[in-house]
């Protein structure tokens, strides 16, 4: 059984895809940008601010399926330019407690953002439970 997962506390998808999508007790993101989903329109010019922006989005969707960043155990990250992935890794530290999830960083070209973050997550027994 598939369960499509969607919020408006995280940015809408722009194309045919779901934000999120429950299976199996697990919860498959997006990738995520650094949108504020009210208004659409990009937040911050840094890499810290971004990452922040695209860890809250992620959160909002994981939260809307029954998980949070606390159960994430992959993530993908790609980023515009890796030279800022100290920068990156300052703001994940903040977000994501111990034990960090396994996660790959990839340098891709990006439309316009610095950072965009999917990733895999288990699901609570009662959707929205901590």
Known sequence: ???QVQTDQAPAPAGAYSQALVVHGMIYTAGMGPADP???????????TQT???LRNLDAVLRAGGSSLARVVKVTVHLADLA??????RAYRRMMAEPYPVRTTVG??????????DCVATVDAVPGAR
């Open 1 to 3: 059984m598939v369960r």
């Open 38 to 48: 009210t208004t659409g329109t990009l937040v911050g010019d840094d890499i810290e």
């Open 52 to 54: 922040t922006q695209v």
């Open 84 to 89: 800022d992935f100290a920068g990156f890794d």
């Open 108 to 117: 891709s070209t990006l439309a316009g953002i610095l950072v965009e973050i």
